[in-house]
């Protein structure tokens, strides 16, 4: 069984880390980093072409990083493939025995490194949902019949400041009732979005995780406030890094005061940590966070 | 109404850059209410061929260039005219364009770029709303197309980017289509619509080309 849902089913607090492929064929540095995490985390999830930018795939990664003796997390998103596509690396999945895998709709390829590129939601993050549920009735979508059934433990993502939040809290449900056992949210920094979510989605049944992004300055903070869709950091917390002589410290502390205070209020049922290419810090936040 | 926007002149003198005599041809429907195919623009066009060397043999404006029939006989007027011409500027739509092309025996080059399918906002100001995507949603979304609307045509629900303000991540001038059909919906009292899973689209019955006979699906016609 899935590490993760195992955890979730004792009652644990899960942690996931976020592992982005490199845009090469080095994986030196991907892999001391989950090295480093090995045996304090439930899984190490791995983006798909993140940003819609080129790198090696999540299910090559994954399968390194489960060499390594990580549970891996396969994320696939519906831009870059139809349901054939994604059918088929759902199954490939499987034959490896990769279990978790969050599904999720995909950066529109203008915003990533080759704009001109065909974006295909042929499928959105429900369609493949839908998609895996067939898969584990031993069926692909058309109902044709499988040699040997995969199984998964699936997840999606969810923006819980977002506005209107009713919206997002409709497709969470539709997403649940396509499979979704797990949800992760878009970075939060404020106790209050959470508890708001949280009572928002108190009946529906599925666990949800924490979106944790370490802020690395003030500036970065500002630039998302600005930029990023569903984010929002605190002014006191920009304060805090302004004031910090070593600004990356101060964002790991208040990354892992962040998720200490989470788990202790109850808000979440585990922390994702999307560290975005400062991936070596993932044990500092931990020890911070005491798990 | 076809929305178009003209082409860049260079490429069409890049097409021409062969030919000397030319005929050009506009459109009296979408293509002059987007001025870019009616008699202004097919005389603007007529100077600055003719400031470039070309010679222009006539013109008209065909009524309207996407009719078949109509186009034979509009171009009957202009037969010696293409007889002796290089080539055809086509300041229609690609639907005309290709009309014209089928009825002529020399190249007939586009002058224009063929946008989308679209509502006239006010004079000069369109709107995209649809993709003729062949199997229509608009009956559950409150009359908003999320296949045109929305960046990443998506049937569940909005993606997490919209901004702050509603407006689209991929698109920020443009409105997130999702929050405008939740709000819609909410106002019509049929949120209820939101909570349907939508099944993936079915591409099977866009196959291109798609050709309709009124005499095959209506028994009635007297067509």
Known sequence: ?291 | MVISEKKPFEEILEYLKDAKKVVILGCSLCATVCRVGGEPEVLEMKKKLEENGKQVLGYKILDPACNYMQVRKDLKGLKQELSEADAVISLACGDGTQTIAKLTDIPAYPGNNTMFIGEVERVGQYEEVCLACGNCQLGWTGGICPVTKCSKGLLNGPCGGATKDGKCEVKPEHDCAWIQIYEKLKKLNKLDNLEVIREPRNYAINVHPNRIDLKDVCNKCTL
Request: proline share 4%.
């Open chain 1, 1 to 291: 069984m899935s590490l993760l849902k195992e955890a979730f089913e004792k009652g644990e607090f899960a942690v996931t880390a976020e592992m982005a492929p490199p845009k090469g064929i080095d994986f030196t540095h991907l892999i001391e980093c989950a090295k480093a995490i090995k045996g304090r985390v439930h899984g190490v999830n791995v983006t798909d072409f993140q940003s819609a930018t080129l790198k090696a795939t999540s299910l090559a990664t994954c399968r390194i990083l489960q060499e390594q003796g990580l549970e891996p997390v396969l994320q696939i998103t519906g831009r870059d493939r139809n349901r054939i596509a994604i059918q088929g690396e759902l199954l490939s999945a499987g034959v490896f025995g990769i279990e978790n895998v969050l599904a999720l709709t995909g950066d529109h390829t203008t915003v990533g490194d080759h704009p001109g590129a065909m974006p295909v939601y042929d499928l959105d993050s429900v369609g493949i949902l839908q998609a895996a549920s067939a898969l584990m009735g031993g069926k692909d979508m058309s109902g044709n019949e499988l040699a040997g059934t995969p199984k998964y433990f699936l997840g999606a993502c969810v923006t819980p400041r977002y506005d209107p939040v009713e919206l997002q809290v409709l497709k969470m449900k539709k997403k649940i009732k396509a499979g979704a056992r797990f949800f992760q949210t878009q970075a939060v920094y404020d106790m209050e979005t959470l508890r708001n979510f949280r009572e928002l989605t108190k009946n529906l049944d599925a666990k949800l995780m924490v979106g944790i992004v370490p802020l690395k300055s003030a500036g970065m903070a500002k630039y998302m406030n600005n930029n990023v869709p569903g984010i929002f950091v605190p002014d006191e917390l920009i304060e805090r890094l302004k004031a910090a002589e070593d600004k990356v410290k101060e964002g790991i502390k208040i990354a892992g005061e962040f998720i200490k205070a989470v788990r202790e209020e109850g808000l979440c049922d585990g922390a994702h940590i999307m560290a975005i290419g400062a991936e070596e810090n993932v044990p500092a936040i931990l020890d911070e966070a005491g798990l």
